[in-house]
């Protein structure tokens, strides 16, 4: 099958900064990637290539075969510092960005989405009555709603605490269950890479290229003590310059 996402000899620096050094990779339709690696090395810079906020120096990515020049409506960034409008309430700030032609279609479509990621009920609640994993709820609902192709996440689960961050990853796989998403993840959280991805994809210090890619095959739900995966964790870790003593 034809990539969804394929990226080619991508590089990008900042003045004398080089930060991405060559990055080849091809995503599949409906495939989970996660990308981990060292602090600063270029992860946000790459995801920001990928959802046309940043133009390479060369090479170039390209989604279903179009190059990317733009930021689209068919690749939704969730990142960890929140987008959600403190002025709309939940149904209103999940109603943005669709068609806004048949306003009952799209009540319906923002409940649908709502209730899909638990927030059913809070409908009409606005942002500063919600917990903060409530507010990250609203966040995904909201890329979700408008049915996008690919979902660029970077570090989405980052503010919150353990159980929530838990929950909501629970809450994601259910959700793509449910819709044939591409997810591209960024983490530094190499657990929660083996918890969600079908591919991780560890990058090197910068300037960075991509070190080394482990294929998870388990089936969800995924308990990541299992022996097999521990050695995957163990492998990243290691590969990341982290090991146990
Ligand atoms: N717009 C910019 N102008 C200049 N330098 C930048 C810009 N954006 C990023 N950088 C630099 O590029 C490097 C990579 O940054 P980036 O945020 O992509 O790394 P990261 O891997 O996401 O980091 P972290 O894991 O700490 O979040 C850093 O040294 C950063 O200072």
Redesign the pocket.
């Known amino acids: 099958m034809d990539a969804k996402i394929a990226i080619k000899g991508l590089r990008k620096g900042?003045?004398a900064?080089q930060?991405i050094d060559g990055i080849d990779l091809e995503v599949a339709p409906g495939e989970f990637v996660a990308i981990v690696?060292?602090?600063?090395?270029?992860?946000?810079?790459?995801?920001?290539l990928l959802a046309g906020f940043?133009r390479p120096d060369s090479g170039a990515v390209a989604i279903d075969g179009v190059p990317v020049t733009r930021p689209s409506p068919n690749a939704i960034v969730i990142s960890q510092h929140g987008s959600v409008f403190p002025w709309l309430t939940v149904r209103e700030n999940l109603m943005f960005g669709l068609p806004g032609k048949d306003r009952a279609a799209d009540v319906a479509t923002a409940d649908h989405y709502a209730e899909m990621v638990g927030l059913k009920g809070f409908e009409k609640a606005y942002p500063h009555e919600l917990s903060g994993g409530m507010l990250k709820r609203v966040e995904i609902a909201r890329a979700l709603a408008v049915k996008p192709d690919i979902v660029l996440m970077?570090?989405p689960f980052s503010a919150l605490d353990a159980l929530t961050a838990l929950r909501m990853r629970n809450e994601l796989l259910r959700v793509l269950r449910e819709e044939n998403h591409t997810v591209l993840l960024?983490t530094?959280d190499v657990e929660e890479a083996i918890y969600l991805a079908d591919r991780i994809v560890v990058?090197s210090s910068?300037p960075?290229r991509v070190a080394t890619v482990f294929p998870i095959t388990q089936p969800h739900p995924r308990k990541v003590s299992q022996p097999a995966l521990q050695e995957i964790k163990d492998a990243i870790l290691a590969q990341l310059g982290l090991s146990y003593a």
């Open positions: 900042f003045r900064l930060v690696g060292p602090s600063g090395c270029g992860k946000s810079t790459l995801m920001k940043e970077d570090e960024i530094h990058l910068r960075t």
